[in-house]
């Protein structure tokens, strides 16, 4: 079983930017495709970013194209999320998931799915004010 930590959220004001990580512990995860999510009150999780085992693919949810980036380290068993540009209605718990196949794509159609994946971490949150 493998355990996921995230850290770096905070509070942070409009155009601001923060970086969280996520380590994993427990097995490594090079040869899994790991995840972002995030939910916001009263919504459901959704994605954010995904990025397949070797870093070679990685996938965005148009909210975050072109201001979110997601990076791994597989010596360290880490996964990164860097956030710029912030706006408010990214106010959300960011969780860092992981599955056990190589690549994110889903059978549910367009982007990773929250049911494809199979440990989760706490959450960390992230608050943008305006």
């Known amino acids: 079983q493998v355990q996921l930590v995230e850290s770096g959220g905070g509070l942070v004001r409009t155009g601001d930017s923060l970086r969280l990580s996520c380590v994993a512990s427990?097995?490594?995860?090079?040869?899994?495709?790991m995840g972002w999510f995030r939910q916001a009150p009263g919504k459901d999780r959704e994605s954010v970013a995904a990025i397949s085992w070797d870093g070679s693919i990685p996938y965005y949810a148009d909210p975050v194209k072109g201001r979110f980036t997601i990076s791994r380290d597989n010596a360290k068993n880490t996964v990164y999320l860097q956030m710029n540009s912030l706006k408010p209605e990214d106010t959300a718990i960011y969780y860092c998931?992981?599955?056990?196949?190589?690549?994110?794509?889903?059978?549910?159609?367009?982007?990773?799915?929250?049911?494809?994946?199979?440990?989760w971490g706490q959450g960390t949150q992230v608050t943008v004010s305006s």
């Open positions: 998931a992981v599955r056990r196949a190589p690549h994110w794509y889903s059978a549910y159609g367009d982007g990773p799915h929250k049911d494809d994946f199979d440990s």
């Open positions: 427990g097995r490594s995860v090079s040869t899994s495709a």
